[in-house]
């Protein structure tokens, strides 16, 4: 069982940053496959980022080059740093984890991911 606990959300004006936090207990994270996905009022979950043992990060196309999916071992945490924000990134950030390797195809799939955070909001404004 992996508990796993965002943080970080806040509301924020365009071009701003923020850092989420994803900790996890009772399991190494370093051994975990951790993405963050966000779901936005009226929209479905869609896939943010991914960080896996022993792979690059990998990023969907709309945060590329503005988001940094990073691991803290001494931590026990995976973080989302995010750059540049723009409105279109408001939504409920949710941390799901495998114990499980995810591979690439499948690691945007909400159900490649047994466990899953209770959700951090982040609000964008013009």
């Known amino acids: 069982q992996v508990h796993l606990v965002e943080s970080g959300g806040r509301a924020v004006e365009s071009g701003g940053s923020l850092r989420l936090s994803c900790a996890a207990s009772?399991?190494?994270?370093?051994?975990?496959?951790v993405s963050w996905f966000r779901q936005a009022p009226g929209k479905e979950r869609e896939f943010v980022s991914g960080?896996?043992?022993?792979?690059?990060?990998i990023y969907a196309n709309a945060v590329k080059g503005r988001f940094t999916i990073t691991r803290d071992r001494a931590e026990n945490t995976v973080y989302l740093q995010m750059d540049r924000l723009k409105p279109d990134d408001t939504a409920t950030y949710y941390c799901a984890a495998s114990s499980s390797r995810v591979i690439n195809s499948n690691i945007g799939t909400q159900s490649a991911y047994a466990y899953w955070g209770q959700g951090t909001q982040v609000t964008v404004s013009n």
């Open positions: 960080i896996r043992p022993f792979a690059s990060p």
């Open positions: 009772d399991r190494t994270i370093s051994s975990l496959s």
